[in-house]
């Protein structure tokens, strides 16, 4: 609300009089607090009370606001002005109350009042008022008609209820009896007891609805569903069946339609209905129709399920000679379709005996060889034993006719399934003979070509795999000796370059050659199964940093961004091959340094999977944005030397043997290995390998006369937030509490803010690579605030050497290697203890015969402050506010104050400006003498605004003498 124009006094009431005595409207002004001394009444009001001079009126009220309402209203309407000027940005109020004329006519005003304060006056209300006696009776005859209009419409509801506020959850009986005259009448007087209408509800659904439907009751007339459907239209009907008190069941239904309530509210009208006629008609003629309509999608069922039938068994049977339906208990078979190719065969619809028939037909053409096992297959007996759990069995044998031999198949089916049957026994059953003499020669002719070419790959590939196996110790021993003589060579200082260039292209061609024959080697081991898995305890944090070792050097030469993230719990130690696990991953991540481009990028990424039976699941992923692979050579990437550009070999050295390797050793460890890419995009690897768990934790106990890990207090400053989750993870595990900055500026100021509060942090871990301020330039600035009070070491993925010596000098203490294991870094946290304890141990000033100059503006504060100061035998000069204080700094000689203690908030000029005119000034003790914040905001932008301000430490009231002590040790120390 802006404010006034003008003050309120005495003068400006003169010009108020003047301006009210010509406004058409009643207009007053009265102080707020009870019981409203009346500071001004214009002429309008005297008439509205009937009052001739302001003396009658003065006469009449008492002068009050209190005595212009009548004694009934007053309290009711204050409250509602206090309410509304409490709520009210614009701090107006509206009311309408009765007067008692000065003739005793009641009349009605309404009140439009607006609450300012006043320097002279304190709180006082400007209001405006109109008689509105007249405006509300026809405002009441109105209501009067509406009420009977909607007396008439709720005739047809024996219950209604209004939801006054939903927010609020107030209700009230409208119409109903409460009795107990009617059915009706008990819960509704129970309702009427209940506080908030969900419990009216809940009492309502649990007393009287049938149980069938007190779930359903529960949602629909849920408030928020209520009001949720309310907005989507005006009104809507909830049906429900509803328990009597004689045990019966009605239905009955509940009409909701939305109301306008008085200011702004949302009201509800709830009108309850018997219906119990009206639905059961309805359900009644809905399950005759439902029954006609079942009856007849019944007869069309049956009638589309015999067209299909006949159409199904006439799409059979085309692909069969004949078609016989047996009954196996009598013997006894018709023919549904008959044999083309056998003479004096059943015609359609003929019946005959089914063994005798049979039987002949095996004896005539069939041939030697399959004759009698046919005769077993085709018994009653043999065809029930195959169909007790088979919908269709078969048998396929050869016969000759005229001259010809072919083959034939015959199939036999239940005519039921083998559950619906009787005992589970067929005694219906279909049987279906047809050629499969084609099919049979060429799937014959396939196998044996598939055998003879599998029996010869088989003996090419153990010859193979024989040779290289017998062949490896006599590979590799002239290729190491060619390797060292290169080298031998090349140590002799007198060779010529151009020798010495000649034997360098020896000896990477050698080695080249070398790595060749080893992949050729590793899969002969593999494919002759000679490859063995170990399972032994291995050190995890150790396996990842030799492996970020390698690859973080080959990324640096090449100029690529190598990282590499942990994400969950991962334990020191696991059991299984640690050897095979780095070459796997070596392999894979060398791939993608080899087919990356220089300023692109490599991430490996490990993540927690399930544990279960003493066993963990690690997933390992290799992604890189280099050339990438097209979707055609995926499904060939792990064949043997496959390649997808046989240009691959000259431009990148590549063999085809690394990924048939790498899946191998994979499975050959129980996991599985998958691949993803895309040409132009890059490419992702994920390796999934179970081992077993170890159990085994790094060594984490402190060593004597070292900080406990849980009394440390670390801050992480990294801007890859998945980094800094993990390390928060890795040190939770040695009980160390960890905070978070996700950059080199954020991390400076929390050390700042940490400093000044002074509690300071034991260890700080920052990583090197950052945007914007790297982790060098953050240990220069960080060690600027602390000194040397705490210990910081570097984390990076990348070779260190290189900036080693610049960040020693900037204060970096060591450095430890991307990803955190708690085993890797807990002798550089041990370092850090160490180095904290001796700071802790550090001489401290004496504080006896010191001067310290206090600025506080509240004497009794300065009192307590001088006797506390005064425990420690410190002189103490006290300045009554910020300005003062800079004054007595001013003029008194360099170096006279030991420190400075300074309030923040203080009249004239606060220890904010204070401090900032104390460190602008000329003089050499302007800059070094210690200003420590006192002050009751302990908020952090406070400290960041202190810090700027330039004072050195901030301590929040009510200071401890242990702590302010301790400050000025350090301080002025």
Request: charged share 25%.
């Amino acid at each position: 609300m802006a404010a006034v124009s003008f003050e309120l006094n005495d003068e400006t009431l003169r010009t108020i009089e003047e301006i009210g005595n010509h406004m058409p409207g009643g207009f007053y002004i009265y102080r707020a607090a009870e019981p409203g001394d009346i500071l001004y009444v214009n002429r309008a009001v005297l008439e509205i009370y009937g009052c001739e001079t302001k003396e009658q009126f003065k006469e009449l009220t008492g002068f009050t606001f209190k005595g212009m309402t009548h004694p009934d209203d007053f309290s009711e309407v204050m409250d509602s002005i206090s309410r509304q000027i409490e709520k009210r940005v614009e701090r107006m109020d509206y009311v309408e109350y009765r007067i008692i004329r000065r003739d005793g006519e009641i009349r009605w005003v309404d009140d439009y009042g607006h609450y300012t304060e006043t320097q002279e006056y304190g709180g006082v209300y400007y209001v405006f008022i109109s008689d509105i006696t007249e405006k509300r009776a026809r405002m009441e005859t109105d209501i009067a008609m509406r009420n009977a209009v909607i007396e008439a419409l709720s005739e047809s509801y024996h219950t209604v209820w209004l939801i006054n506020d939903v927010e609020r959850e107030t209700f009230s009986l409208y119409r109903g009896d409460i009795s107990g005259i009617t059915p009706h009448g008990l819960p509704n007087k129970d309702a009427l007891k209940q506080l908030k209408y969900s419990m009216a509800k809940d009492y309502y659904i649990r007393t009287t609805v049938a149980q069938e439907d007190q779930e359903r009751l529960q949602r629909d007339l849920a408030l928020s569903n209520i009001v949720h459907m309310l907005h989507k239209k005006p009104q809507y009907t909830v049906t429900y069946l509803r328990t009597m008190e004689d045990g019966s069941a009605r239905y009955f239904c509940i009409e909701f339609a939305k109301l306008n309530m008085p200011g702004g509210k949302m009201g509800v009208v709830c009108g309850f209905k018997d219906v119990d006629e009206e639905v059961r008609n309805k359900i009644a003629v809905q399950l005759q129709l439902e029954q006609r309509l079942a009856l007849k999608e019944q007869l069309l069922e049956q009638e589309t399920y015999r067209k299909q039938q006949e159409n199904l068994i006439t799409a059979l049977a085309a692909d069969y000679w004949s078609v016989y339906y047996l009954n196996l208990d009598t013997d006894e078979g018709v023919c549904y379709q008959s044999h083309p190719e056998v003479v004096d065969g059943f015609k359609v619809g003929e019946h005959f005996p089914y063994l005798a028939s049979v039987t002949n037909y095996a004896n005539t053409y069939i041939t030697e060889p399959y004759r009698e096992e046919f005769l077993r297959f085709i018994q009653p007996a043999s065809i029930q034993e195959g169909l007790k759990t088979n919908q269709v069995i078969s048998f396929r044998y050869m016969v000759s006719r005229k001259g010809k031999e072919s083959y034939e198949m015959v199939r036999f089916a239940g005519v039921r399934r083998p559950e619906e049957r009787v005992g589970g026994i067929a005694h219906l059953v279909g049987a279906c003979f047809t050629d499969v003499n084609e099919e049979t020669r060429r799937t014959l002719a396939q196998s044996e070509m598939l055998s003879n070419a599998l029996t010869a790959a088989e003996q090419a590939n153990k010859a193979k795999t024989a040779f290289l196996s017998n062949m490896s110790h006599e590979i590799r021993t002239p290729m190491n000796a060619i390797i060292g003589l290169n080298n031998i060579a090349l140590s002799d200082p007198e060779i010529s370059e151009k020798t010495r260039e000649y034997l360098e292209k020896m000896g990477s061609s050698a080695r080249h050659l070398l790595n060749i024959i080893n992949d050729i080697l590793d899969m002969s081991r593999i494919e002759s199964g000679r490859m063995l898995i170990k399972k032994e305890e291995f050190s995890f944090s150790k396996a990842i940093e030799q492996v970020n070792t390698i690859i973080g050097g080959q990324c640096r030469d090449k100029d690529l961004d190598y990282e590499c993230r942990i994400r969950g719990r991962m334990d020191d130690y696991y059991i299984g091959d640690d050897m095979k696990l780095r070459q796997v991953l070596i392999n894979l991540l060398g791939n993608a340094v080899k087919f990356t481009p220089s300023g692109g990028s490599v991430t490996f990424t490990i993540e927690e999977g399930p544990k279960f039976d003493n066993k963990a699941t690690l997933r390992f992923i290799v992604e890189d944005n280099g050339i990438g692979m097209s979707p055609e050579y995926l499904p060939h990437i792990f064949d043997a030397f496959s390649q997808e550009d046989s240009s691959a070999t000259n431009q990148y050295g590549s063999t085809g043997l690394g990924m048939p390797i790498t899946k191998n050793i994979v499975e050959l460890m129980n996991g599985h290995i998958e691949v993803e890419s895309e040409k132009g995009v890059g490419t992702v690897f994920t390796v999934t390998v179970t081992f077993g768990r170890s159990f085994r934790q790094a060594d984490c106990a402190p060593a004597e006369g070292e900080i406990h890990p849980h009394q440390m207090s670390v801050l992480v400053i990294d801007d890859d937030e998945i980094a800094c989750d993990h390390a928060r993870v890795v040190l939770g595990q040695v009980g160390i509490r960890c905070d978070i900055a996700t950059s080199g500026e954020t991390g400076v100021d929390m050390v700042r803010v940490s400093h000044a509060r002074r509690e300071l942090y034991d260890l700080i871990l920052v990583d090197w690579k950052m945007p914007g301020m790297d982790g060098v330039e953050t240990t220069r600035q960080i060690r600027s605030i602390v000194g040397h009070d705490t210990a910081i070491i570097i984390l990076t993925s990348y070779n260190w050497e290189d900036v080693a010596d610049e960040a020693r000098s900037a204060g970096v203490d060591s450095f430890v290697p991307k990803p955190l294991f708690a085993g890797t870094v807990i002798d550089e946290f041990r370092e850090a203890f160490k180095k904290k304890n001796v700071n802790l141990l550090r001489d401290k000033a004496e504080l006896k015969g010191k001067r310290v100059l206090l600025a506080e503006d509240m004497l009794v504060n300065a009192e307590i402050m001088v006797m506390v100061l005064s425990m420690r035998e410190i002189d103490v000069d006290v300045a009554e506010n910020g300005q003062a204080a800079v004054e007595m700094f001013r003029d008194h000689p360099t170096g006279y104050y030991d420190a400075i203690l300074m309030d923040m908030r203080m009249p004239v000029m606060d220890g904010l400006e204070a401090t900032r005119l104390i460190r602008a000034m000329d003089r050499p003790d302007a800059r070094r003498t210690p200003i420590i914040a006192l002050t009751a905001n302990a908020f952090d932008e406070d400290v960041q605004r202190s810090m700027q301000a330039g004072l050195d430490a901030h301590l929040s009231k009510p200071v401890e003498p242990e702590a302010l002590f301790e400050t000025l040790e350090t301080l002025i120390g």
